[in-house]
């Protein structure tokens, strides 16, 4: 399940995903959302959150850019499968953990 705060951010930001100033303002709360989603206990539509912030964020963000060469980056989206998204999670959190 989403987080609360993704929802509660994207009614703030009138769904504008693509919206890079909306990232900016609300940035705490798009990376608090983001770790939530990788402790997740049941995945449901969480990567496709984290594929939508890598995309608007282009991975520029201090916590996200050690992560980009786990990714697969397709015609300007970063778009990150359910499988994919289990399999990284470990390895997302692991990198966070060494900054």
């Not at 929802?7 to 709360?29: F, Y």
């Not at 798009?30 to 770790?35: D, E, K, M, V």
């Not at 449901?44 to 050690?66: C, I, K, P």
Request: glycine share 4%.
């Amino acid at each position: 399940m989403i987080p609360k705060h993704t929802w509660q951010v994207s009614v703030e930001c009138d769904v504008s995903w693509s919206n890079l100033c909306c990232l900016q303002t609300h940035q705490i709360h798009f990376l608090r959302a983001f770790f939530e989603s990788l402790v997740t206990g049941e995945v449901t539509m969480e990567h496709e959150y984290v594929s939508l912030l890598f995309t608007v964020d282009a991975l520029q963000h201090s916590l996200l850019r050690g992560i980009s060469h786990l990714l697969d980056r397709a015609n300007n989206r970063f778009e990150v499968t359910r499988s994919r998204f289990l399999d990284l999670r470990l390895e997302i959190i692991k990198g966070q953990l060494q900054i």
